[in-house]
Nanobody, 125 residues
Framework: QVQLAESGGGLVQTGGSLNVTCIFS????????LAWFRQAPGKEREFVAA????????TYADSVKGRFVISRDNAKNTVYLQMNHLKPDDTAVYYC??????????????????WGQGTQVTVSS
């Protein structure tokens, strides 16, 4: 059974940076595509970024493009989300998710079978 554990969230001022981390366990990390989603209070969960198992393909939501970077270290079974130039609108619980099938619908939460518990990111104005 796949388990995902996020960490690295916290409180940061507008314009600051955070690097959130997700550690994967239970199966072969290289067999999974990974993604980050976020959910703000009163809003639906939304796609943030995704990275294919080969690391050759990454993609981002328009709202974070140019500010966030997703990466993975297959030797450490870890996926990262480096968040720069943070804004109050980035405040949310950030979740990592894993997909074994390799669906092209990487932006849909229904694509992912496994989810972490989330880490809170709060950006103060």
């Amino acid at each position: 059974q796949v388990q995902l554990a996020e960490s690295g969230g916290g409180l940061v001022q507008t314009g600051g940076s955070l690097n959130v981390t997700c550690i994967f366990s239970g199966r072969t990390f290289n067999d999974y595509d990974l993604a980050w989603f976020r959910q703000a209070p009163g809003k639906e969960r939304e796609f943030v970024a995704a990275i294919r198992r080969s690391s050759t393909f990454t993609t981002y939501a328009d709202s974070v493009k140019g500010r966030f970077v997703i990466s993975r270290d297959n030797a450490k079974n870890t996926v990262y989300l480096q968040m720069n130039h943070l804004k109050p609108d980035d405040t949310a619980v950030y979740y990592c998710a894993a997909d074994r099938v390799g669906s092209p619908n990487y932006y849909l939460s229904s694509t992912y079978d496994y989810w972490g518990q989330g880490t809170q990111v709060t950006v103060s104005s």
